[in-house]
């Protein structure tokens, strides 16, 4: 693995003097904050009293205001509106807040939810599912997580006499936005609106509290368990709004009163009064929630969070922890075929992408599968198979140094659409251009990349010139919550003489390290053989590490984990 050494143009500057001098911070957590974009008295203020901080207005956004203008008239004539989103845990999420707020709030009932079927009619709007809704008497639609790219659909229901409501914050093709929505709500499209980093939870919760506004209606943070959830899970960079709403969303869910949301956590193994981090739900609660969608129907997790029957709430969410069971099973399956077809055909030095395909692999797990065979290989990968309409259905996933998005565009005529960003795509083509595909997208890669892009990348904060200790830990805690675009932080220590090695269970290796005079606790997991030659008693080595403060018999324990070594 590469490590890589950021620069931090901070050091030199005058706010380097405030933080070091007046802060008494040490150098190693000045780059920290430094590669971060902490650069300014006003962030590091932003940093230190999050809990103060307001958020943007909803009214920043420009059709604002026609949304509540033609939301007071749908509730003045008592019209049947419908929430429309996307199957993951992100248009879940926005469908729940906006059913609760409506019915809970609003006491307006004479509202439902649609949400397309996964494998039978794909993501977004599609024209079946709104003719269904124009026979259920459906005058205004609200999308949530979906909706910016669907002309056809809207245009198709302007014609039919259905009003829809774009609220979204995928990135728009300018062709495809349709002027016949009655207003579109997305920070990537709004000029005015200055966080563009929403999660579509997060843009369904400001139209929620632009209503509230209006309304008068005192709303606190209510909803912010729900919008923590998907904005977490949907993977959007963790700055400006988004670390505020999943800082306050996570104490929300470690006490949140949803009844659905408490058996979800009891069947989860969550006990009750943990502090809930980032990694409960991107990897307990989101994998769950997502895998109605995946295997079923992701009704089933709206249901169960909108359900104030607890014999259904028990029901549903071990429904739902069942069927995350059978995720695990299908993606493991699939996961073993697909490794024994790359091991047989990838091709180290030739191979800048990966395209593997199976007709009978289910189109709800092949995404999953993608990510991870894109860290096996560190190539961008896409995992395809059969769809409904006849077409070859993909899901792609990339690494830092790859854009996935840039590939797609350089080999569109062998597409009939594709959708996405840098690191995740979706791709629908014909059977019969899968070669195609696949020949010029790796051609296209050759031509712009070398082997060397293809290694895997560490990226360092500082090298560690002195003792580190619990407060200025204390002090990176305060940067949390982690994630996209808020990496935990990775030091390297140069020359640690490792004093004693220890093997646990689950492939886990703990060692102490002397270090300037001081020992320091490591712990590796998912150590492999290499790691075992490297990590041994007497050996000095340098080591990338994470630090972490973990409570053992009710002490806080100050501990380095190990992303890697070197000799």
Request: aromatic share 10%; net charge negative.
């Amino acid at each position: 693995m590469k490590w890589v050494f950021t620069e931090n143009k901070i050091l030199e500057s005058k706010f380097f003097s405030i933080l070091k001098d007046k802060m008494q911070f040490p150098d190693y957590l000045i780059g920290v904050f430094a590669n971060r974009g902490i650069d300014s008295e006003e962030k590091l203020e932003q940093i230190f009293k999050i809990d103060e901080i307001q958020l943007h207005s909803p009214f920043l956004f420009e059709d604002m205001e026609k949304v509540i203008a033609r939301i007071n008239k749908a509730i003045d004539n008592k019209e049947k509106i419908v929430i429309y989103g996307d199957y993951d845990v992100d248009g879940v999420a926005a469908i729940v807040i906006l059913m609760k707020f409506f019915k809970d709030f609003l006491k307006y009932n004479n509202i439902d939810y649609y949400i397309p079927h996964r494998q039978e009619e794909g993501y977004g709007l599609n024209i079946e599912a709104i003719k269904y809704l124009k026979s259920q008497n459906v005058s205004l639609v609200i999308t949530v997580d979906c909706g910016i790219s669907a002309k056809e659909e809207i245009d198709y229901c302007s014609q039919i006499g259905i009003d829809v409501i774009i609220t979204d914050h995928h990135i728009p093709e300018e062709s495809k936005i349709s002027t016949n929505a009655i207003a579109i709500i997305n920070p990537k499209v709004s000029k005015l609106y200055p966080d563009k980093d929403l999660s579509g939870v997060g843009v369904a919760y400001k139209l929620l509290c632009a209503i509230a506004e209006k309304k008068n209606i005192s709303i606190n943070d209510e909803f912010l368990d729900f919008v923590a959830l998907g904005t977490v899970a949907d993977i959007v960079p963790v700055s400006n709004e988004n670390r505020i709403i999943i800082r306050r969303g996570l104490q929300k869910i470690k006490n949140t009163k949803n009844p659905g949301l408490v058996e979800l956590k009891n069947v989860s193994g969550i006990s009750d009064g943990i502090d809930i981090s980032t990694y409960h739900i991107g990897y307990i609660l989101g994998p769950r929630i997502n895998a109605a969608g995946r295997i079923e129907h992701a009704n089933q997790a709206v249901k169960l969070f909108l359900s104030t029957n607890q014999d259904e709430i028990k029901i549903l969410a071990q429904n739902l922890n069942s069927t995350n069971e059978e995720r695990k099973k299908q993606m493991k399956s699939i996961e073993e075929q697909a490794m024994l077809l790359l091991n047989n055909t990838f091709k180290q030095e030739e191979d800048f992408i990966i395209t593997i395909y199976n007709e009978e692999w289910n189109a709800g797990i092949i995404g999953l599968v993608a990510s991870r065979l894109t860290r096996q290989y560190n190539r961008p990968t896409f995992v395809m198979t059969k769809s409904e309409d006849g077409l070859v259905h993909g899901s792609g996933r990339s690494i830092p140094t790859i854009d996935l998005y840039d590939i797609l565009k350089n080999v569109d005529k062998y597409l009939v659409k594709y959708g996405g960003h840098k690191l995740a795509a979706g791709i629908s083509l014909k059977f019969e251009d899968i070669e195609n595909f696949k020949k010029y997208s790796n051609n296209y890669l050759k031509s712009i990349k070398s082997l060397e892009d293809f290694e895997p990348q560490l990226y360092i904060d500082a090298v560690i010139k002195e003792n580190i200790n619990f407060k200025d830990i204390k002090i990176l805690e305060k940067l949390k919550p982690w994630g996209i675009g808020n990496p935990e932080p990775v030091f390297v220590m140069e020359n640690v003489f490792i004093k004693e090695v220890k093997y646990l269970k689950n492939n886990t290796l703990k060692f102490y390290g002397i270090f300037g005079q001081r020992y320091y606790n490591f712990i590796l997991y998912n150590y492999c053989e290499s790691d075992k030659e490297k990590i041994q008693q007497g050996q000095i080595i340098n080591v990338a590490f994470t630090p972490v403060i973990n409570f053992w018999n009710d002490e806080e324990q100050m501990v380095f984990e190990v992303e890697d070594v070197q000799l």
